[in-house]
């Protein structure tokens, strides 16, 4: 591993520890400049490719995932931790479906249950532009379904 400091080659692990869902966070220490620094490994498993509504099938891209949710939580009391362990969670439930294409629509419904469990403004935002709430009459229905 690469000292991110000096860029030199060698390091030694000085801790390591498991989440939930099978990530590693090792804590190292260069051999060169003695500086402390985090990596994280993540099994690597097939996502499924997504098809989208207009039926283009598309590679499953989580750093597209993260920006759309990352936009809906700006301003947000929502870290930037749980915004990583969203699409961690998203994710994982897509490669445990075992299929080879999944919907857009599948990873749309995965992100609002998620969302709206971490931020109900954040939920909103999100579901103004996946649902397409395009009225004050659908938004406002969707919010009193948020309340019940």
Not at 119 to 128: G, K
């Amino acid at each position: 591993m690469r000292c991110p400091f000096c860029q030199h080659e060698s390091s030694k692990v000085v801790d390591t520890s498991h989440d939930s869902q099978g990530n590693i966070r090792r804590r190292r220490e260069c051999l060169s400049c003695e500086q402390r620094f985090s990596s994280y490994e993540r099994p690597i498993l097939a996502t499924p490719l997504i098809v989208k509504q207009d039926g283009a099938r598309v590679a499953f891209n989580r750093e597209k995932l993260m920006r759309g949710i990352s936009i809906s939580c700006a301003k947000r009391p929502v870290s930037a931790a749980n915004i990583e362990c969203l699409v961690g969670q998203v994710e994982n439930e897509l490669q445990k479906m075992g299929k080879s294409e999944v919907s857009s629509r599948v990873v749309g419904d995965k992100v609002m249950d998620g969302l709206k469990e971490l931020d109900q403004v954040a939920y909103m935002r999100y579901a103004i532009v996946y649902l397409g709430l395009d009225d004050l009459h659908a938004l406002r229905a969707e919010i009193d379904r948020l309340l019940e």
